[in-house]
């Protein structure tokens, strides 16, 4: 059996020059085009068959001596609509957009994974399923692959990994239970009736109105929810108004809601359209409410994160495993942990003497790419513990 710790850092260099590729040429979500006609041209290369679904998702399987059991690793690979401030030679070519979360380390790190998994595939039993999924920043890739694209057919857990700013490179975050919060949008529509502003009896003022929606929408969270069970209702946006002594007919909020409680999640929609519509009333307006709900939380199993920290000892050591505390970003691997037992990994990639410790989603987001042959290992490692158990 191979020592997939040394493995992976003997094509560190092979990983690090795709996630160049990709980081030179990122795309928006469902717009994956060129990502995906790369990551088949290195399929083909390595002798992997696959098929592409939903467009831009590719679906690769690997399959072992003989049957067994089916685990399925996933990777994201659409970028942000950001323009890069990075100066490094391999900065986005395509203006106003950018790689600024990791995804094309992701997508890097799945092919290199794939790579050898397969070159080893005469030494072990079942099969893996590679699965490289467009649209995760709009949060409808997952359930698109899965609905659309059955990627979950006969497959028996789920693995995935994300490159995180806030973990040090060389340490992996794999708690069980909630790791990542629900991704709720709304648009909420406040209907009054126009006039002038010296007559504001003569109308029914949806600015008014639409602030107190606002201000009662937080005692949701702070007289409805159990303390211990943390929840965001955040008002991202109110516009109203077109002029300062008109009093509009309308006023439209814009916002998020985050959990990580999944029965809080089912209904929290609910309790706002509640909310809203009864403080409109009292103010003689009424409330239009367009809610999407985008993903559940995203949950590990307790024996995939068991599993997974396990496999983190065997390639850094004990050392190597880090605790993270959960985070209020989303992710849509929650539809594949929602269905089938799932673990989701965050590999380190801060190092402040590289200065790869930006944010996510910043102009100037970096990685150490020494992570890059970490994740990998990770990926081969984790695939392979799962497929050994009975």
């Not at 850094?316 to 495993?321: I, N, Q």
């Not at 042959?373 to 497929?387: N, P, S, W």
Request: net charge negative.
């Amino acid at each position: 059996m191979m020592n997939i710790r040394q493995a992976a850092h003997d094509i560190s260099d092979y990983i690090i020059s795709l996630r160049r590729h990709f980081h030179m040429y990122p795309e928006s979500s469902l717009k994956e085009f060129d990502t995906s006609a790369k990551i088949r041209q290195e399929l083909d290369k390595l002798g992997i068959k696959y098929k592409v679904v939903c467009n831009t998702g590719v679906v690769a399987k690997i399959e072992g001596k003989t049957p067994g059991k089916t685990v399925l690793l996933r990777a994201d690979m659409d970028a942000l609509e950001v323009e890069e401030k990075n100066t490094h030679e391999y900065v986005s070519k395509n203006p106003g957009k950018m790689h600024a979360c990791g995804h094309d380390g992701h997508t890097s790190m799945l092919i290199g994974a794939a790579k050898l998994l397969n070159e080893t595939k005469d030494s072990w039993s079942g099969t893996v399923v590679l699965c490289f999924q467009p649209a995760e920043e709009i949060a409808e890739g997952a359930k698109m692959m899965i609905e659309q694209g059955n990627v979950l057919e006969g497959v028996d857990g789920a693995f995935g990994i994300h490159l995180w700013s806030d973990v040090p490179v060389g340490k992996i975050s794999v708690e069980a239970g909630p790791r990542m919060a629900s991704a709720d949008f709304y648009t909420l529509t406040v209907k009054g009736s126009s006039g002038h502003g010296s007559m504001p009896h003569q109308t029914i003022d949806p600015i008014v109105a639409g602030s107190a929606v606002v201000m009662n929408l937080q005692p949701i969270v702070s007289r409805e929810m159990n303390p211990l069970e943390p929840v965001v209702i955040t008002v991202g946006t109110f516009n109203s108004g077109t002029r300062f002594n008109v009093i509009p007919d309308k006023a439209v909020l814009s916002g998020t809601v985050r959990c990580f409680n999944k029965d809080i999640w089912k209904d929290i929609d609910k309790k706002i359209e509640r909310v809203a519509s009864n403080t409109a009333a009292a103010y003689r307006a009424e409330i239009e409410l367009d809610y999407q709900k985008k993903t559940p939380p995203t949950v590990n199993a307790p024996e995939a994160s068991e599993r997974a920290r396990a496999s983190v000892a065997k390639i850094l050591g004990e050392d190597g495993v880090y605790l993270m505390e959960k985070t209020s970003a989303a992710e849509d691997f929650a539809y594949y942990a929602d269905r089938v037992p799932s673990c989701f990994a965050f590999v380190g990639i801060r190092n402040d003497a590289k200065e790869a410790n930006f944010p996510h989603h910043h102009e100037r987001f970096q990685m150490d790419e020494d992570a890059l042959e970490i994740g990998t290992a990770l990926y081969v490692q984790y695939a392979l513990d799962f497929l050994s158990e009975a």
